[in-house]
T-cell receptor
Framework: AQRVTQPEKLLSVFKGAPVELKCNYS??????LFWYVQYSRQRLQLLLR??SRESIKGFTADLNKGETSFHLKKPFAQEEDSAMYYC????????????FGGGTRVLVKP | EPEVTQTPSHQVTQMGQEVILRCVPI?????FYWYRQILGQKVEFLVS????????KSEIFDDQFSVERPDGSNFTLKIRSTKLEDSAMYFC???????????FGQGTRLTVV
């Protein structure tokens, strides 16, 4: 079975401070990992996927298969980063459906 | 930019009534999904649909639920006899193929009273 855990429900940081959102997963096969973001009153949208290895809006995430983690990081948080962040996993073996973590609300204070 | 569109944005219904939630996926997409999020809980997979049939469904997706793609553009989720515990935000998603990202609609908030 697929499982995604985001241990922090809320992260509050000051503007310019680093932010790291933790994500751990359990899956026996070869998963694909994603970070989705939901800004206030907007739809869920893809932020990052591990296979693309991009940096989007200053965010990066590295898949660590040994620790089964996919933590999201940004060195200098901005107020516009305040949003709900969801880590998600999918795999071809599981029909490409997304399994989501519980989400972390990030609040960036001025 | 093309978007997944869901209607209505909010639906209130009485327990035991049937509801149909509507979604218009992005036009060239082939894979369609419904997810739901009960207030304060995780976003949960309900069902995936490809090639005019259900490809996978979760335990939540019991006989009270059904999906249809009646006219090649709409993708609907029907709940035959709603229960209080069906109250949730329902999200539709679509993707062009199995390797591309899923695009989500803005959601329909279903309230069963």
């Amino acid at each position: 079975a697929q499982r995604v855990t985001q241990p922090e429900k809320l992260l509050s940081v000051f503007k310019g401070a680093p932010v790291e959102l933790k994500c751990n997963y359990s899956y026996s096969g070869s998963p694909e990992l994603f970070w989705y973001v939901q800004y206030s009153r907007q739809r869920l949208q893809l932020l990052l996927r591990h296979i693309s290895r991009e940096s989007i809006k200053g965010f990066t995430a590295d898949l660590n298969k040994g620790e089964t983690s996919f933590h999201l990081k940004k060195p200098f948080a901005q107020e516009e980063d305040s949003a709900m962040y969801y880590c998600a996993l999918s795999s071809k073996a599981a029909g490409n459906k997304l399994t989501f973590g519980g989400g972390t609300r990030v609040l960036v204070k001025p | 930019e093309p978007e997944v569109t869901q209607t209505p944005s909010h639906q209130v219904t009485q327990m035991g009534q049937e509801v149909i939630l509507r979604c218009v996926p992005i036009s060239n997409h082939l894979y369609f999904y419904w997810y739901r999020q009960i207030l304060g809980q995780k976003v949960e997979f309900l069902v995936s649909f490809y090639n005019n049939e259900i490809s996978e469904k979760s335990e939540i997706f019991d006989d009270q639920f059904s999906v249809e793609r009646p006219d090649g553009s709409n993708f609907t989720l029907k709940i035959r006899s709603t229960k209080l515990e069906d109250s949730a935000m329902y999200f539709c998603a679509s993707r062009a193929d199995a390797n591309t990202e899923a695009f989500f609609g803005q959601g329909t908030r279903l309230t069963v009273v």
